[in-house]
């Protein structure tokens, strides 16, 4: 069973830096896009940042010059560096991956962790 697991969310003060990180484990294929998405009470989770596997990236407008998507394909891992934290950044951070399970054009999927929380205040 192919799942991800998120790491190092918590209490960050404002202005300050956070990494949270991301670990996608079982069996598939291959993994293509990776990213981050966040959920602020009563909304709709939205798109943080996404990066491919050839390294193309994009952001939210809200977190553009703040924060720094990379991945580790050889560690099926990604990340999310997050600078000048802002109370409005408090949020659950959700990872997401989409790739496939064989080589199958049919075989794709698409899979959610389990959410981090950040909190950032004073």
């Known amino acids: 069973q192919v799942q991800l697991v998120e790491s190092g969310g918590g209490l960050v003060q404002p202005g300050g830096s956070l990494r949270v990180s991301c670990v996608a484990s079982?069996?598939?294929?291959?993994?293509?896009?990776m990213g981050w998405y966040r959920q602020f009470p009563g909304k709709e989770r939205e798109l943080v940042a996404s990066?491919?596997?050839?390294?193309?990236?994009d952001y939210a407008d809200s977190v553009k010059g703040r924060f720094t998507i990379s991945r580790d394909n050889a560690k099926n891992t990604v990340y999310l560096q997050m600078n000048s934290l802002k109370p409005e950044d408090t949020a659950v951070y959700y990872c997401?991956?989409?790739?496939?399970?064989?080589?199958?054009?049919?075989?794709?999927?698409?899979?959610w962790g389990q959410g981090t929380l950040v909190t950032v205040s004073s």
């Open positions: 997401n991956a989409a790739g496939y399970y064989s080589s199958h054009p049919y075989s794709n999927f698409e899979l």
């Open positions: 079982g069996p598939f294929f291959s993994i293509n896009t």
């Open positions: 990066i491919t596997t050839r390294g193309r990236m």
